[in-house]
């Protein structure tokens, strides 16, 4: 249960930072592009992402943050178990996909701009490796 609280409260904080964002928050940045280099890195990106965008990110972290706690509760009558458990898969391989994502020359290509670049290499791709493994866990421990 301790893991599927983790990953419940750090994918809320997530989720919470991408609306945030959605509603043209600049932190950790004191301008746009600041913040664009800083969450995006993308070369040519100038503006970050529409509202909508940012909501529809918002919504996907934060049903995710949600399936933790649906596969630590155990099976209940209205949740197929087989549903549980390839979501969970699925929600498993894109964090796992994103997490290897950031150490590979193709993404560093596309996502050059400092200081996304290093807090990529250093926290972004690390980060997401360790919520894959937290899922990793859950779906091993649920099976």
Do not use: K
């Not at 964090?95 to 590979?104: M, P, Q, S, T």
């Not at 290093?118 to 091993?140: E, F, M, V």
């Amino acid at each position: 249960m301790a893991i599927a609280t983790a990953l419940t409260l750090l994918l809320a904080a997530i989720a919470g930072l991408h609306a945030y964002w959605g509603r043209d928050g600049l932190w950790p940045a004191a301008s746009e592009d600041e913040l664009v280099a800083t969450v995006i890195g993308n070369a040519s990106a100038r503006r970050m992402p529409s509202p909508g965008l940012c909501l529809a990110v918002t919504l996907a972290i934060a049903v995710t943050a949600i399936w933790p706690l649906l596969l630590a509760q155990g099976p209940s009558a209205g949740t197929p178990r087989l549903l549980i458990f390839f979501s969970g898969f699925a929600i498993t391989a894109v964090f796992l996909l994103r997490g290897i994502a950031g150490f590979l020359p193709a993404w560093r290509r596309l996502h050059p701009r400092e200081p996304f670049a290093s807090n990529d290499r250093r926290y972004y791709s690390p980060l997401c490796l360790l919520i894959a493994a937290g899922y990793a866990i859950l779906l091993l421990q649920g099976s």
